[in-house]
């Protein structure tokens, strides 16, 4: 089954020309929070055809132990830390690809004690022996898991959802990012979410930036409607959201284009299941 995907999603380039001879798959960027509040920093690989597969296989985590000088202040892996866990993750893919071990890379997490990382596969066992013997100078520890278990931290919300798994909870934090011409745009942007409950989470005026958090609803609905709450706020000032937690990402929302009609509100009234999920899906 899983032979058909690249073992991480990488690109291909040309040595000579440097051009692209295929594409890297696209990944996301995503902010959880842990029960005690503690931020979950998750950067995920956005293969739907992969993670169908996946739903039905073993999800396995991997976690690098940090050395203790490897840790800032605030828990997380400093640059030397990081670099290491790095090194070890394409040791491990390498591995992975010469042995046609059936693992593949999903994603990531970072936060508190260091990084780890989630493969799906169809011998746990295999990969657990290659992963803990990959490399002399990394201690790995591991637990056995179900791509359910992880849906809600390494999936932008609505693929969640267009894959057919419940949310674990009612609500939850979610970040909202924004591009946008400096100045009153996104000034009037920001004042207008802030009215709406919406937290600033970061704020670069100058570079017309704007991150907010809120705790939204997760149900197909709820979230379907925050989603055109701030996508419609954000093209009436002529702003643009990132589009982090939808399934295509922010390149759909690109300023002076229309907004696509599932986000305009048209597409709260097609027939769909979790999440949006059509029954044509």
């Known amino acids: 089954m899983l032979e058909q995907f690249d073992v991480r999603g990488d690109g291909v380039y040309d040595d000579e020309t440097g051009e692209v001879v295929v594409e ?3 990944m996301r960027h995503l902010l959880r929070f842990a029960p005690d509040g503690t931020e979950v920093f998750a950067y995920a690989r956005v293969n739907i055809p ?3 597969v996946a739903r039905d296989l073993t999800l396995v985590e991997l976690a690098p ?3 203790a000088d490897e840790l800032m202040a605030d828990g997380l892996l400093n640059a030397n830390g990081s670099h290491r866990s790095y090194v070890y993750l394409e040791l491990l893919c390498d591995a992975l690809k010469e042995s046609g071990s059936p693992a593949r890379y999903l994603a990531e997490t970072h936060t508190r004690g260091g990084r780890r990382f989630y493969f799906t596969t169809e011998a746990p066992e295999e990969l657990v022996e290659l992963a803990t013997s990959v490399s002399a100078e990394t201690s790995v520890g591991h637990r056995v898991l179900a791509l359910a278990d992880l849906a809600s931290v390494i999936m932008p919300t609505e693929l969640m959802g267009h894959l057919g798994f419940t949310p674990p909870a009612p609500t939850g934090r979610r970040l909202f990012g924004f591009w946008g011409n400096p100045g009153p745009a996104i000034e009037s942007l920001g004042s207008a979410l802030r009215q709406r409950g919406y937290e600033v989470y970061s704020s670069v005026p100058q570079l017309g930036e704007l991150k907010v958090i809120k705790e939204v609803p997760l149900d197909e609905a709820g979230f379907l409607e925050v989603l055109q709450e701030v996508i ?3 093209h009436a000032r002529g702003c643009r959201y ?3 937690e939808t399934i295509d990402g922010g390149e759909q929302f690109r300023v002076g284009e229309p907004i696509p009609p599932r986000y305009a509100g048209g ?6 299941g979790f999440f949006g ?3 044509s899906d």
Not at 267 to 272: L, S
């Open 24 to 26: 890297p798959e696209p």
């Open 50 to 52: 992969l993670l169908q």
């Open 65 to 67: 132990v940090a050395h």
């Open 232 to 234: 419609g706020l954000s």
């Open 242 to 244: 990132m589009g982090t």
């Open 267 to 272: 597409g709260a009234k097609q027939k769909k």
């Open 277 to 279: 999920r059509r029954s």
